[in-house]
């Protein structure tokens, strides 16, 4: 599977941005999504992730109640809605597929490309 993320920009702190991660292939809905995000000079970290089927989500601690993942398998297109975003959020978003049968899945081995999100204060 293929990957393409997109939705990224400069957004004011409090602001929302939605992020779109949109996979090739016909096959989309047999795997698990996620997303990570890296900050200038640090490591890749967890955001959240989805299920195939998209009923069950998992969260970092510090987006939940202010990020919502979710995913349209009609689509091929998995989102990320990120509400009250602070400076601290600003990192280069990543999505990434797993066909792992379990849940949570133990790694995430398809990665797209990342898109900048900035939040200034």
């Known amino acids: 599977v293929q990957l393409q993320a997109s939705g990224g920009g400069l957004v004011q702190a409090g602001g929302s941005l939605r992020l779109s991660c949109a996979a090739s292939g016909r096959t989309f809905s047999r795997y698990n999504v996620g997303w990570f995000r890296q900050a200038p000079g640090k490591e890749r970290n967890f955001v959240a992730d989805?299920?195939?089927?998209?009923?069950?989500?998992r969260y970092t601690d510090s987006v939940k109640g202010r990020f919502t993942i979710s995913r349209d398998n009609a689509k091929n297109t998995v989102y990320l809605q990120m509400n009250s975003l602070q400076p601290e959020d600003t990192a280069v978003y990543f999505c990434a597929a797993s066909d792992q049968i379990n849940w949570p899945p133990s790694g995430y081995d398809y990665w797209g490309q990342g898109t900048q999100v900035t939040v200034s204060s």
């Open positions: 989805i299920r195939r089927n998209g009923l069950i989500t």
